[in-house]
């Protein structure tokens, strides 16, 4: 098994990408041309998020078990606890296992429909994320990871109880943790000192910047709502004035997110993660400016 924790932890900088789970055949087939032109940079894993409760899952799960057969990319399974009765969880983990996926992201997941309503748990299933991170870890040698909140998890009544929250989930057993998006450094660099001033060794347990180079000025709108992540007024400005120029506004998002990056390579972090949203170009530039070279020579 080819461990997500030791890639990331391979001595120099690499990164990462998440891809959004296809909705249909056409949206399959775009995620499939992001991950073969995202293959030869040869990142240090990727992802595709967990439809969950719905018939999206079972194509989350056989396009991941794809990456993970016909590729040479690492893949993670995402996996949450929404919908679901404890025994579909160990179905679910059962078939990542079985089609050759040994690293999972552990999330207790978005209500259906609303990811800023209620959450019910189901009633033979789990409520939180380190309930989910035990079960993965019973059941085989899985590399787990977790999300972590620069923000603080919606739910979550001030940072200090979030960060909390997340050394439990890291001392349930998680191998690393994945931010959700963020576009102030210093805002992920305070998580990382919260989390270190907790006594995590984020030497051994690796936590890695989510980042989403900014394509339309709707999308980075929309997005930093769902993450809850504000943007500062001086990327706001940045991109306004390309509000007509969809070119230039593209350009301008892959100088801040190489800004973004080069700023957090500068803090000592050796791992960016990015949120492709099944595009693979302005990735492609940010890490090519960036010098980051593949982790396997």
Known sequence: MVAVVDRVRCGRPVFSVEFLEPRDSEGERQLWRAVR??????????????????????????????????????????????????????NVIGWYAAVGVHNVLALRGDPPGDVHGEWIRHPQGLAYAEDLVRLVRELGDFCVG???????????????????????????????????????????????????AQGIDLDEVPLLPGMMPISTFRGVQKMAHLAGAPVPSTITSRIERYADDPKALRAEGVDIATEMGQRLLDEGVNALHFYTLNRSLATSKVVSRLGLVPTRA
């Not at 995202?38 to 991941?64: C, K, M, N």
């Not at 972590?148 to 940072?159: C, I, K, M, Q």
């Not at 890291?170 to 576009?183: E, P």
């Open 146 to 196: 977790v999300a972590a909140f620069p923000y603080g998890h919606p739910r979550s009544t001030d940072l200090e109880a979030d960060t909390t929250y997340l050394v439990r989930k890291i001392r349930a057993g998680a191998h690393y943790a994945i931010s959700q998006l963020f576009f102030d450094v210093e805002d992920f660099l305070r998580l990382r000192d919260r989390v270190a």
């Open 37 to 90: 032109s995202l293959e030869p940079l040869d990142p240090a894993f990727v992802s595709v998020t967990y439809g969950a409760g719905g018939t999206r899952r079972d194509r989350t799960i056989r396009v991941t078990g794809r990456i993970a057969q016909e590729t040479t990319l690492v893949p993670v399974a995402h996996l949450t606890a929404v919908n679901h009765s404890v025994a579909e969880l160990r």
